[in-house]
């Protein structure tokens, strides 16, 4: 079954139509009409093989919304017309340590959306699709609240912050993002949701209006003189979504004697870290998206607090540009893809 999709040729190629293949739908599959599809930082470095070569032809894109079409005979948790997101993950092994205790994004058979290869062979093509047939278990249900556009960003950086958020935010402790980009405008929502009391690191003062308005209390730009210096031993806990490298130390000198920070920007180059930093004892931790279970807390969390990807919508003439904005900083705050215009021939 053929889909219109926009991808890419080569790591320099531009993003261009094209017809992909999706497979029929299985008995535990859904297929879905896609509505909206969101740029992440991801789908650029996959894009440009900043991660190491991809696999071309590439339709890339994990924050995918939209519409049920059909079930396959044994799904029992979707039925046509029922609102779904997909997010990276479209399969794994289902029994692993790691599946069994619902982390699927760690499972060595783990399948992502995009760039990956299914277990028929296939290379995975994501969600910049008019089409997208996809195994029960990795689908989820959408709140009626939460829009299919401003929602469907959360499927991929709405989970990459609120699982670590989750995992160490108690009402009331100092938390910093750094980086208020896509990841991050989510993360300073889900943290203040979560009660804790948040502040934003940016590379420029020019984001500081919307940092408050998001949820934050405080508002700090590494462009200014002094900002490490002032912000030492602050943060019970730091979340960093910067997608270049940045100076590690320096925030890790701004955690408390006992805090925590969690990278999980993927910047393509290493990092250099004076780990001395880190006694007194202080942790620094990696965290990947977050499982399928985690995936439907989040959406309902989300639309229970009113937590929404703040977006521009483009069509898929304009992805190549929308990506060089990505990289300069330019988005405010998600590029949302209208799937409706990635048919035109
Ligand atoms: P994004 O929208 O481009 O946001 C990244 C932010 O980094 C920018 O908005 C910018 O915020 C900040 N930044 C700091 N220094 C920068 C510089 N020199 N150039 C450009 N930006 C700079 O990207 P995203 O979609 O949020 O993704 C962020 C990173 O997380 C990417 O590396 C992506 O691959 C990764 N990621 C990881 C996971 C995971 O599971 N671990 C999941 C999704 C994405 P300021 O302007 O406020 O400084
Ligand atoms: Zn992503």
Redesign the pocket.
């Given at each position: 079954m053929l889909t219109h999709a926009y991808g890419f040729a080569s790591a320099t190629s531009p993003c261009r139509p094209m017809d992909i293949e999706r497979r029929e739908t299985g008995p535990k599959d859904v297929l879905f009409d896609i509505s909206y599809c969101g740029v992440?930082?991801?789908d650029i470095?996959t894009a440009r093989s900043e991660w190491g070569p991809s696999r071309y032809p590439l339709v890339v894109g994990h924050e995918i919304t939209g519409i049920v079409r059909e079930v396959g005979s044994q799904v029992t948790a979707f039925k046509p017309g029922d609102r779904v997101g997909v997010g990276c993950m479209v399969d794994s092994c289902g029994s692993c340590e790691y599946c069994a205790q619902g982390l699927e994004q760690f499972c060595d058979k783990g399948i992502f959306t995009y760039n990956s290869r299914d277990q028929f062979g296939q290379v995975t093509q994501g969600g910049y699709s008019q089409s997208i047939t996809v195994q029960e278990h990795f689908v989820f249900h959408m709140p009626d609240s939460l829009p299919l556009a401003e929602g469907a960003p959360l499927l991929?950086?709405g989970i990459?912050t609120y699982s670590p958020l989750k995992r160490w935010v108690k009402p009331g402790m100092k938390v910093a993002v750094v980086?208020?980009?896509?990841?991050?405008h989510v993360g300073v929502q889900i943290a203040a949701a979560m009660g804790a009391e948040v502040s934003v690191i940016?590379?420029?003062m020019s984001?500081q209006a919307d940092g408050l308005a998001l949820g934050a209390s405080a508002y700090y730009a590494t462009s200014e003189e002094g900002t490490f210096k002032r912000l030492a031993n602050q943060f019970d806990m730091i979340l960093s979504?910067?997608?270049?490298t940045?100076d590690y130390t320096s925030y890790i000198n701004a955690l408390n004697k006992t805090g925590v920070m969690v990278n999980?920007?993927?910047?393509a180059e290493p990092v250099d870290v004076y780990v001395r930093a880190l006694s007194p004892r202080r942790t620094l931790q990696g965290?990947?998206?977050g499982g399928c279970a985690e995936t439907q807390e989040m959406l309902d969390f989300c639309a229970e607090h009113g937590v929404r990807a703040r977006i521009e919508t483009i069509s898929g003439d304009e992805i190549t540009e929308a990506y060089d904005k990505?990289?300069?900083?330019q988005?405010r705050y998600r590029y949302v893809i209208d799937a409706s215009t990635l048919g035109a021939r």
């Open positions: 992440c930082h991801s470095h991929c950086a990459t980086g208020l980009g896509g990841l991050g940016s590379h420029t984001k979504t910067v997608s270049s940045e999980v920007g993927m910047p965290s990947l998206i990505v990289v300069h900083s988005v």
